[in-house]
């Protein structure tokens, strides 16, 4: 009983914390999301740069998941829709409808661990392509907030061998194995066009 107690109350100041953080520093958007063939789920400047300068006749969004924008018109038809009666947070309602509404086929992601990205083929829609990109050195204990939960992924796009024995216990996925995409995108020689017509394989 005790222990419930706590982890309400540690719901509770998270709640908190997070409505303060919505309330200080958040930007507003009420128009429905622009169609995209690809969603970028909140990634960082310099990897937008790279997958933009790849898919330039493409149509390409940013979903940001940190709360630095939040679009109300998502928000209402999620609150309308009676979703977060489901087994769904509110903010993977959230997620799950933002997608449906930008009708992309493609997300991409670097966040390797982030549950409501990997949960989108179960929760969203199957036929979408869930891709996720390698940024960093990874170890076991990142991954502990997923509790050996394993999920549908498409592609993983991986630095190396010893990334690829970690991560297949998380996921059923092609680890395709390119090293740093980051770093191959910048070097000028031929490694470069050999990575970036490896990336866009698995993109059509």
Same mark, same amino acid.
């Given at each position: ?18 409505? &303060? ?14 169609? @995209? ?9 310099? &990897? ?18 940190? &709360? ?11 609150? #309308? @829709? #009676? ?25 991409? @992601? ?9 949960? #989108? ?19 076991? @204990? ?32 092609? &680890? ?29």
């Amino acid at each position: 009983m005790r222990i419930k107690w706590k982890s309400n109350i540690l719901k509770f100041l998270n709640f908190i914390k997070i409505l &303060f953080l919505i309330i200080t520093k958040t930007k507003f958007k009420f128009n429905k999301p622009m169609k @995209s063939d690809i969603i970028l789920y909140d990634q960082g400047l310099a &990897f937008n740069n790279i997958v933009n300068s790849y898919f330039k006749k493409k149509k390409i969004t940013r979903l940001y998941v940190r &709360f630095e924008e939040l679009n109300l018109y998502v928000l209402a038809r999620v609150f #309308l @829709s #009676l979703k977060f009666l489901n087994n769904l947070t509110i903010f993977q309602n959230y997620v799950n409808e933002y997608c449906k509404l930008s009708n992309a086929n493609v997300l991409i @992601s670097c966040t390797l661990w982030d549950e409501k990205f990997l949960s #989108l083929k179960k929760n969203y829609d199957s036929k979408v392509k869930l891709i996720l990109v390698q940024q960093f050195i990874i170890k076991k @204990s990142y991954f502990k907030i997923l509790k050996k939960k394993k999920f549908d992924i498409d592609y993983c796009f991986i630095y190396d061998e010893m990334s690829e024995q970690i991560l297949r216990k998380y996921y059923f996925t092609n &680890f395709i194995k390119i090293g740093s995409f980051k770093n191959n995108h910048y070097v000028k020689n031929k490694i470069k066009i050999n990575i970036k017509f490896f990336f866009l394989k698995y993109f059509k």
